[in-house]
């Protein structure tokens, strides 16, 4: 075994599966006992501000929100699940969610290595890996796929959710969020990195021309639009500027952030008026 040191983590190559293994290096000790990243793609780095890493929490009013939206639509099929991966697994809040509520271990992929490092699920295998790779072990491996708010960040979304499709098992399905409504588009989404928001039509088409069909979707958190509808005024206008990942995520204190989570659930579900997020239900089409 063949251990390389780098400022942040150690990398490692195990000479029985010939992956590539990563464990951060403030908690190196005996490779056994550590959780490790296996390295199938190339990572990105640079990507995502660190800060992020230490607001998303499951915690985080939006995080709670964005789990309970997803189990109203899905929970009955959550619980027959049996084998699961997150694609944009990021810092792992939703792998820990699924972990705690339905004892399900998703693995995680993401190409973010510092997200990577910062993943805090419990069980679930954690892989640098792009699904445009098509990995032979993963084909038709998953009967539930997870993609929350990766698809406004990729140029082409057809041929993304074509190379997810790939992972889904016979009857499997995939669950996606996004965010909504175009015309709340603002500077905090082009830091964010967004190309786009998504209405529930657009879900709807996209899906279909990617070979899915639409089982259950829903706006949600219809009241936090006028509150995106302000801060994309500030932004405008140039009385704010937003200039790091994070600075439009931070709730400002746990009083603020129970004010959101409290405010955020003011609605009924499933609802097509509005919303500051599309998520939806797919299927592969026959």
Known sequence: MIVISVPCHLTVECQQCNNLHVTDKREAGPIEETTHVIFKSKPLTGIMAEQYFDLATPRHFW??????VLQRLADGRLRSVKKAAEIGCGNGVLQRQMEDAYDIAPAGFDLHEAALRHNMCRRGEIYCYDIHDRADEFRKAF?????FDVLEHIEDQDRFLQSARFHLADGGFMV??????????SPYD???GHQRRYSLTNMLEVAKRSGFKVKKATYWGGPLVPILALRKAALSIGKSRVDSYSAG????????NSCLYGLSRCEV?????????????LEVAD
């Open 63 to 68: 995080c709670r929100r964005r789990f309970e």
């Open 143 to 147: 009967d539930l796929l997870l993609m």
């Open 176 to 185: 996606i969020n996004v965010p909504a409504l175009q015309w709340l588009y």
């Open 190 to 192: 082009r830091v964010q």
């Open 249 to 256: 995520f931070d709730s400002r204190g746990e009083l603020m």
């Open 269 to 281: 579900l499933p609802q097509r008026i509005a919303g500051t997020s599309v998520m939806a239900v």
